[in-house]
């Protein structure tokens, strides 16, 4: 499989050849705090090849020390980008992408931590654009 993504600004464009080997929603605090969000939703690959379309020098990846936690993103927007785990795996944000992904997220991990409003989200209004 082939798969496309960019960072917002588009200052960085990827591609990643070969297939999936996970995708999961991470309620940790960690990833929490890195997407500002619910949850992290991530890609896992350990056998795919990540290709720098461009951009690459606007990669910037943060590692915390003394975990195995780490993100990348553009020095310019600051949107997720891939990180590359050397010899270990490939993490693509799934938002990173401007492609379809063709499956579905395998689980939601570290849900012990998730955020105490992170809960009933199928019973909240919803609207196809800003609420006027």
């Given at each position: 499989m ?11 464009a990827?591609e990643?050849n ?6 999961f ?13 619910a949850?992290?939703a991530n ?5 795919a090849?990540?290709n720098w379309?461009?951009?690459?020098e ?15 993103f553009?020095?310019?927007?600051g ?9 270990v795996?490939?993490v693509?944000?799934?938002g990173?992408?401007?492609?379809d992904?063709?499956?579905r ?5 570290f849900?012990g931590s998730?955020?105490?409003?992170d809960?009933?989200f ?10 006027r």
């Amino acid at each position: 499989m082939k798969y496309a993504g960019t960072c917002l600004c588009k200052k960085v464009a990827f591609e990643l050849n070969g297939e999936l080997n996970g995708f999961f929603l991470c309620h940790c605090s960690r990833c929490r705090k890195a997407t500002g969000s619910a949850h992290g939703a991530n890609l896992f690959s350990t056998t795919a090849e990540l290709n720098w379309v461009s951009g690459q020098e606007h990669v910037k990846t943060f590692r915390l020390t003394g975990t195995r936690f780490a993100r990348s993103f553009c020095d310019v927007c600051g949107s997720a980008v891939p990180t590359v785990e050397k010899g270990v795996r490939i993490v693509v944000p799934a938002g990173s992408l401007d492609c379809d992904v063709d499956r579905r997220p395998d689980a939601h991990i570290f849900i012990g931590s998730k955020a105490n409003w992170d809960k009933d989200f199928d019973q909240i209004t919803k609207f196809e654009g800003l609420p006027r």
